[in-house]
């Protein structure tokens, strides 16, 4: 899978939207942009994903570069219930592999 | 909502004995996977599991661990032998469609924190 790279941490306020950035400058045609979190003691969680269009679920938004080499989370009021590590993944449509493969994250801080 | 459930919460064992991992994946799932965390590490994968066979391994899926579905709504992740530095949190995931399709997100269990003493 090809490599992600993102901050280590970010801080926002409650109820302020959060962008949260993501590189993949090697992605490839195929790769679907995939994005999880992880909240404190829990397991990995589903937020969205997307491929060349932006896309908005009831949990966020995805926006993907025109060029694909970079995406950003969008979090449009973030709550306390956000703070948690957010992972940005891709993963090949074409090679039907369906591990996951998780970097460091995005540590997100919540500040009340 | 269904979810992914596994058992037991935290398992607490001796180094070199056996522990069995349980987890029920949503039912209408095909596919099933396990992946570790050590504690402060990320999260990697072990193994992957469709059709009943494995489809997937890592590295860290050595002789040791073994999968097994024993009926039709179990997924197990078996360490044989256990050592010190298996401790760690255990998360099974299952998901229903095959990668190349939109929404074939994988839905994870709370985990199994194991301990090896």
């Known amino acids: 899978d090809a490599k992600t790279t993102q901050p280590n941490s970010m801080e926002s306020n409650e109820e302020e939207p959060v962008h949260l950035p993501c590189n993949h400058s090697?992605?490839?045609?195929?790769?679907?942009i995939h994005w999880y979190r992880q909240l404190p003691s829990q397991g990995p969680e589903y937020v969205i994903h997307g491929l060349t269009s932006n896309v908005n679920n009831r949990m966020a938004s995805l926006a993907i570069a025109e060029d694909r080499k970079s995406s950003t989370l969008i979090l449009h009021r973030a709550t306390l219930r956000d703070a948690a590590v957010y992972y940005c993944?891709?993963?090949?449509?074409?090679?039907?592999?369906?591990?996951?493969?998780f970097g460091t994250g995005t540590r997100l801080t919540v500040i009340p | 909502e269904p979810e992914v459930t596994q058992t037991p919460s935290h398992q607490v064992t001796q180094m070199g004995q056996e522990v069995i991992l349980r987890c029920v994946p949503i039912?209408?799932?095909?596919?099933f996977y396990w992946y570790r965390q050590i504690l402060g590490q990320k999260v990697e994968f072990l193994v992957s599991f469709y059709n009943n066979e494995i489809s997937e391994k890592s590295e860290i899926f050595d002789d040791q661990f073994s999968v097994e579905r024993p009926d039709g709504s179990n997924f197990t992740l078996k360490i044989r032998s256990t050592k010190l530095e298996d401790s760690a949190m255990y998360f099974c995931?299952?998901?229903?469609?095959?990668?190349?399709?939109?929404?074939?997100?994988?839905?994870f269990g709370p985990g199994t924190r194991l301990t090896v003493l």
């Open positions: 039912s209408n799932h095909l596919y």
């Open positions: 995931a299952s998901s229903g469609l095959l990668a190349h399709t939109l929404g074939n997100e994988q839905f």
């Open positions: 090697t992605i490839s045609g195929t790769d679907y």
């Open positions: 993944i891709l993963r090949d449509r074409q090679t039907g592999a369906n591990n996951l493969f």
